[in-house]
């Protein structure tokens, strides 16, 4: 595998249900990132992880639960979702380096799993 | 808060011809980065070209470059001899210097080239 991988890339739940969303980067970078993607909608930022730690929650409600157990892998856990939150999800990577030091810290975006929400 | 605006929702153009992408941006910050993003149909998300701001020459890849005019906020990616392979959603973006790394994305334009 290189680069972003995400999995599922497809996914149908009902309001009631528990599923998680997988993200795996295979670049050695130190820091991860949720978005989600709805139509006619600019890309929101879910959440930002650096050195496993959360550095950002842009007001995302609290049935979207991120986890980051390490560098390389991010989930997203979702419950008792509403059909609004159908969206694609994309998961992205990028290599943070010191204050200071400058660098385009590119971000590199998984190929996004499409969760529909009954 | 920055922002970022694509004003064009579509655009086409015939193959092999030039087509420009517009993108205007407000910040207070002096310094920052842009980029373009392309999304083919397929969803994964590629980056098309950079720019630093304090740079003053235009960043250019390939048939990819773009019109930097830091005064004017503006942040146009132009695209020569257009190909089949260009089609897609094209994302302009901004990125703070300092803080979470975070991208602030455009609405997108959704390119269709004309065989």
């Known amino acids: 595998e290189t680069g972003v991988t995400q999995t599922p890339r497809h996914l149908v739940m009902g309001m009631t249900n528990k599923k998680s969303l997988k993200c795996e980067q295979h670049?050695?970078?130190?820091?991860m990132y949720w978005y989600k993607q709805s139509a006619k909608k600019p890309l929101e930022l879910m959440f930002v992880y650096s050195l496993e730690e959360r550095v950002e929650n842009n007001s995302v409600p609290s049935r979207f639960s991120p986890e980051c157990p390490n560098s390389s892998h991010l989930f997203l856990h979702l419950h008792t979702l509403q059909p609004e939150d159908s969206a694609l999800y994309l998961c992205a990577s990028s290599q943070v380096t010191s204050s200071g030091s400058r660098s385009y810290n590119e971000q590199f975006f998984g190929p996004g799993t499409r969760l529909t929400v009954l | 808060a920055q922002t970022v605006t694509q004003s064009q929702p579509e655009m086409s153009v015939q193959e092999a011809e030039t087509v420009t992408l517009s993108c205007t941006y407000d910040t207070s910050e002096s310094d920052y980065y842009l980029f373009w993003y392309k999304q083919p149909p397929s969803r994964q998300m590629i980056l098309v070209i950079r720019q630093e701001a304090y740079k003053q020459q235009n960043a250019t890849e390939n048939r990819f470059s773009v019109n930097f005019q830091k005064a004017a906020k503006s942040f146009s990616l132009k695209i020569s001899d257009s190909q089949l392979g260009d089609a897609a959603m094209y994302f302009c973006?901004?990125?703070?210097?300092?803080?979470?790394?975070?991208?602030?994305f455009g609405q997108g334009t959704r390119l269709t080239i004309n065989p």
């Open positions: 973006a901004y990125r703070g210097i300092q803080g979470a790394q975070k991208l602030v």
């Open positions: 670049l050695g970078h130190n820091a």
